[in-house]
């Protein structure tokens, strides 16, 4: 049965104004929380530990909480609309369990668990990866504590991914070095940093509900317990490379090209991370998704148009991937001296 404003309860308000975001400095989190920011619409409360350096965005107001006391996050979240979860995968693994849970007792209706992944309805993939099983988890956890969930289904992030090294999308630039899996060719489905920030903004500065049945506007209920699909590109790494040459205004020769077998390379990664070592998970997270036969591409259930999510430059989002890696390598000699 459909749900509308009109039949809720006196005091319903019918927007997300109070958005409560854990890692709102980190990768993602700090492009959703500037986001969310820039619509005016939005209050945006970051959960952050005591003594955290991270830097946040301007605008941010700060709820300090301890993660050994649950009575800390149930007064950090008191009152907010919406849980917004954005963790590392070296969180220790009952964080987000906790923090749903002090989510449904301090009454929040609606949480965006850790995902921020490929097409959860590609189950495969899901659990080839070893994602899918955890993501799934997740997401009913939440479902039990009677709330619901908008989960992001957007593929790498591209940026992110091409400057991360050569255990995601092949590039080395320090190297001048790419490693192609397979022939190169299959493509897969990508999306910025900031499309992805800028797609949570748009989902959450939406009506919740529909006023009554003549009501027909988007609103967030269209993607309560669904997935936000989203895209920025369709891309091959020969497509990524091609943009790279563009970008640094090199060709072929400046580069070493080698191949390597993609299930091979699926399979060395799945065998480092069995063995305890999670250096091996880049490997087989960014190779399975290169099957040939059963890619990582979801260009059918993009909902860019329905967003009104802007076309983007994919010149500028390799530049913006180079730079980066260059910030990445900055940052690791500076911890290292």
Same mark, same amino acid.
């Given at each position: 049965?459909?749900?509308?404003?009109?039949?809720?309860?006196?005091?319903?308000?019918?927007?997300?104004?109070?958005?409560?975001?854990?890692?709102?400095?980190?990768?993602?989190?700090?492009?959703?929380?500037?986001?969310?920011?820039?619509?005016?619409?939005?209050?945006?409360?970051?959960?952050?530990?005591?003594?955290?350096?991270?830097?946040?965005?301007?605008?941010?107001?700060?709820?300090?909480?301890?993660?050994?006391?649950?009575?800390?996050?149930?007064?950090?979240?008191?009152?907010?609309?919406?849980? /917004?979860?954005?963790?590392?995968?070296?969180?220790?693994?009952?964080?987000?369990?906790?923090?749903?849970?002090?989510?449904?007792?301090?009454?929040?209706?609606?949480?965006?668990?850790?995902?921020?992944?490929?097409? /959860?309805?590609?189950?495969?993939?899901?659990?080839?990866?070893?994602?899918?099983?955890?993501?799934?988890?997740?997401?009913?956890?939440?479902?039990?504590? +009677?709330?619901?969930?908008?989960?992001?289904?957007?593929?790498?992030?591209?940026?992110?991914?091409?400057?991360?090294?050569?255990?995601?999308?092949?590039?080395?630039?320090?190297?001048?070095?790419?490693?192609?899996?397979?022939? +190169?060719?299959?493509?897969?489905?990508?999306?910025?940093?900031?499309?992805?920030?800028?797609?949570?903004?748009?989902?959450?500065?939406?009506?919740?509900?529909?006023?009554?049945?003549?009501?027909?506007?988007?609103?967030?209920?269209?993607?309560?317990?669904?997935?936000?699909?989203?895209?920025?590109?369709?891309?091959?790494?020969?497509?990524?490379?091609?943009?790279?040459?563009?970008?640094?205004?090199?060709?072929?020769?400046?580069?070493?090209?080698?191949?390597?077998?993609?299930?091979?390379?699926?399979?060395?990664?799945?065998?480092?991370?069995?063995?305890?070592?999670?250096?091996?998970?880049?490997?087989?997270?960014?190779?399975?998704?290169?099957?040939?036969?059963?890619?990582?591409?979801?260009?059918?259930?993009?909902?860019?148009?329905?967003?009104?999510?802007?076309?983007?430059?994919?010149?500028?989002?390799?530049?913006?991937?180079?730079?980066?890696?260059?910030?990445?390598?900055?940052? /690791?000699?500076?911890?290292?001296?």
């Amino acid at each position: 049965m459909p749900e509308y404003a009109k039949d809720q309860l006196t005091g319903f308000k019918n927007a997300i104004e109070k958005v409560a975001i854990v890692g709102a400095g980190g990768t993602i989190g700090t492009h959703i929380t500037t986001a969310l920011l820039s619509t005016g619409k939005h209050t945006v409360t970051a959960l952050s530990r005591a003594g955290s350096t991270n830097t946040l965005p301007i605008g941010v107001q700060i709820a300090t909480v301890d993660y050994a006391d649950e009575s800390t996050l149930i007064a950090a979240l008191q009152n907010q609309d919406f849980l /917004i979860i954005t963790m590392s995968p070296t969180a220790p693994r009952d964080t987000h369990s906790k923090l749903v849970q002090a989510a449904s007792k301090a009454g929040i209706r609606y949480v965006m668990p850790n995902g921020y992944a490929g097409d /959860i309805e590609h189950v495969a993939l899901g659990n080839d990866t070893l994602l899918g099983p955890v993501a799934k988890a997740q997401r009913e956890e939440i479902e039990k504590l +009677g709330m619901k969930w908008v989960t992001v289904c957007c593929g790498f992030w591209y940026d992110y991914s091409l400057g991360g090294g050569e255990s995601r999308f092949g590039f080395d630039f320090g190297k001048r070095a790419v490693t192609f899996y397979g022939d +190169g060719d299959v493509k897969v489905s990508g999306s910025t940093l900031a499309q992805v920030g800028r797609a949570v903004a748009r989902v959450l500065s939406l009506k919740v509900l529909p006023e009554d049945e003549r009501d027909d506007g988007l609103t967030l209920s269209t993607w309560l317990n669904k997935g936000v699909y989203v895209k920025s590109f369709i891309l091959s790494q020969k497509d990524m490379f091609d943009s790279v040459k563009r970008v640094t205004g090199t060709t072929d020769g400046d580069w070493t090209i080698t191949h390597e077998d993609t299930k091979k390379r699926y399979a060395d990664g799945l065998a480092q991370v069995k063995k305890g070592n999670m250096a091996g998970f880049s490997k087989l997270l960014y190779a399975r998704a290169f099957y040939p036969e059963d890619p990582g591409e979801h260009s059918a259930k993009a909902q860019n148009e329905l967003l009104d999510l802007p076309e983007e430059s994919l010149d500028q989002a390799t530049e913006a991937g180079i730079e980066l890696e260059k910030e990445l390598k900055k940052r /690791i000699e500076r911890m290292a001296a």
